[in-house]
């Protein structure tokens, strides 16, 4: 199967019985770079006839909507990205509207509907408000994927409930689902579609189907002949080719690099001197070297020789410095920031010279409560980072994360990272694995429930716990859990069994924080970080911890002394009253 995504697109707008085409429509077909991590995108938008602006509008949302979600950030997923540009759109149209003179008036001023489909990798997107349509073409009929957002009052009187400006906020329907090759999509405004079947797109078909813009024009003149005054407005999208479903990530590029030889110091490699050698382990090869361009300390990441012919390790190698290249953070590790061509396969990171946070564990084994607050907060800074761009961590652990010499966490290690840009291309991708160290999975991985913000609370929370106690909080159990059942079993260790100095609260925040069940902790990192800072009235008006939970070993001593001294008293009864 071929790898490349290739498709045949028409388009044709005929005005209505009026001077201005109050319709718009728009598709960007992109190459290379662009088609990998945007897809190809098609947009129809119909402006409202009562306005004498609404043709602003309807230009408006498709221009801004076709240059502005190419230029977000491409480790956004479509959804994503689609709803923020749509929404900034949505809220100009507004605005312009209540600065004008009809925002008083009903059925006035820069309002108009949007359709969008967008097929990225092997998927379809679609995007939708008002009541242009997306239909999927079949041999007998023309099948309805968006719903009509019009109120209708009676027979002759309708509005519409939704669309572009007609307030400050809009909700946006969204859809995916699997291409198929040979699929046929339509869009159209309701000046086309009130007038056409699916036989009548057939028909049309049939004397030259590779010319789909002749389709689209024949198809909006029959609306017309057959009585439609209204602007008609008609794309055509035609599936022809998809990307293989195993094919290497585009973004990720490693075609045509040769696997690295082995590094030595005073080595000159890529333009790079080998200085020494760091780290070697099954999966990679690190090594410290100097940029001679530039005079940058640098590590020189290599894959491991025994991995080469494994696609999904080679894409999660060269993942590394795709994420460190597109998340700016102080708490994040950065790529080398230099570009030259490649001859071979490796990553090229910043040098952080420091200790890693297991490292640290075992340099304080009694931290205070503030130092560990202090880390955890800039552990949590790095995970929001990643957040913002919709991408996981996904191996949160304390080896995981570098404290440099002036105190700054740094994480590291990024190629297991869920970057929901990417994960689009490959549906289903990499599910089935369980990213990361078993120790502070969350257990939702483990039920292949797959991840969140949630689950990297979790990890989060299990690092604060270890560094304060030594321990885990659920011990072993945690990397046990299979089934529900497992789950239900879970049971939390409080963490002032091994710290009784600690303050109560804090196993309340922790407790919460690492709950078996995602939806009972807290809802973002940033709230767990406050609690751990700033607990609030709850976490220091639960019950106390009973004094089995807090110290099992004096609860039984205690007991046994108690028993003890209750048989010795009944002893001396009886000898006395014999």
């Known amino acids: ?33 662009q088609l990998a991590s945007k897809g190809i995108a ?35 997923s479509v959804r994503r990205a689609s709803e923020r540009v749509l929404s900034a759109t949505n809220a100009w149209l507004h605005s312009q509207t209540m600065s004008g003179d009809a925002r008083f008036e009903k059925d006035r001023g820069y309002v108009c509907t949007f359709s969008a489909l967008i097929l990225k990798g092997r998927d379809l997107h679609l995007l939708h408000v008002g009541d242009s349509r997306i239909y999927r073409l079949h041999p007998q009929a023309l099948e309805q994927l968006t719903e009509d957002h019009r109120v209708r009052l009676s027979s002759s009187e309708s509005y519409l409930g939704r669309a572009l400006g007609t307030g400050p906020h809009v909700e946006i329907d969204y859809l995916n689902w699997e291409a198929e090759v040979g ?141 460190a290249r597109r998340v700016d953070s102080p708490h994040v590790i950065k790529a080398w920031d230099g570009e030259r061509p490649r001859s071979h396969l490796f990553v090229a990171m910043e040098y952080i010279d420091g200790q890693t946070l297991a490292q640290w564990r075992v340099d304080n084994p009694q931290p205070s409560l503030e130092a560990v607050r202090a880390l955890i907060e800039q552990l949590a800074q790095g995970l929001q980072a990643l957040h913002r761009r919709e991408m996981l961590h996904q191996d949160l652990r304390p080896e995981n994360a570098m404290i440099d010499r002036h105190g700054t966490v740094k994480l590291i290690d990024l190629a297991n990272a869920h970057v929901a840009g990417l994960a689009e291309y490959h549906r289903d991708a990499h599910t089935l694995a369980v990213p990361g160290t078993l120790q502070y ?26 560094l304060l106690s030594g321990q885990l909080p659920y011990g072993l159990d945690a990397a046990r859990v299979r089934t529900p ?29 690492l709950n078996p069940l995602p939806a009972k902790r807290q809802e973002v990192i940033s709230e767990f970080v406050h609690d751990l800072k700033a607990p609030g009235a709850r976490f220091h008006s639960q019950r106390a911890t009973p004094l089995i939970e807090r110290n099992p070993v004096l609860f039984w001593k205690c007991s046994t002394a108690l028993l003890a001294l209750t048989v010795l008293v009944l002893l001396a009864l009886r000898v006395f009253q014999g």
């Not at 999975?441 to 270890?466: N, V």
């Open 1 to 33: 199967m071929s790898n490349a995504l290739r498709v045949t697109l028409g388009q044709a707008s005929l005005v209505g019985a009026h001077d201005t085409n109050q319709d718009f429509h728009g598709a960007l077909l992109p190459k290379g770079h």
């Open 42 to 76: 098609l947009a129809i938008a119909d402006g409202i006839s009562s306005s004498a602006v609404s043709q602003v509008a309807s230009q408006t949302a498709v221009r801004s909507f076709l240059e502005d979600y190419y230029a977000t950030s491409e480790a956004w």
């Open 183 to 323: 699929e046929i999509y339509l869009l159209a405004t309701d000046g086309a579609y009130d007038w056409l079947t699916a036989e009548d797109v057939h028909r049309a078909l049939l004397p030259d189907s590779r010319n789909l813009d002749g389709v689209a024009a024949h198809l909006v003149s029959l609306a017309r002949s057959r009585g439609s005054e209204d602007d008609a407005t008609l794309q055509l999208l035609r599936i022809d080719a998809l990307p293989a479903g195993d094919a290497p990530h585009p973004q990720l590029r490693r075609e045509g690099l040769a696997l690295p030889p082995p590094l030595a110091p005073r080595m000159d490699f890529e333009g790079f001197t080998i200085l020494r050698e760091l780290q070697v382990s099954a999966r990679s090869h690190l090594h410290l070297a100097v940029d001679r361009a530039s005079g940058q300390q640098v590590v020189i990441k290599t894959p491991s020789v025994d991995l080469a012919q494994n696609p999904d390790y080679l894409d999660r190698f060269v993942l590394e410095e795709w994420v």
């Open 441 to 466: 999975t969350a257990p939702e991985y483990l039920l292949g429930e797959g991840g969140s913000q949630r689950t990297e609370l979790f990890a989060l929370a299990a690092i604060a716990y270890q």
């Open 485 to 513: 059942a497992d789950l239900r079993r879970l049971r939390y260790i409080p963490v002032r069994h091994l710290r009784p100095d600690l303050p109560a609260w804090v196993d309340s925040v922790l407790a919460k924080a």
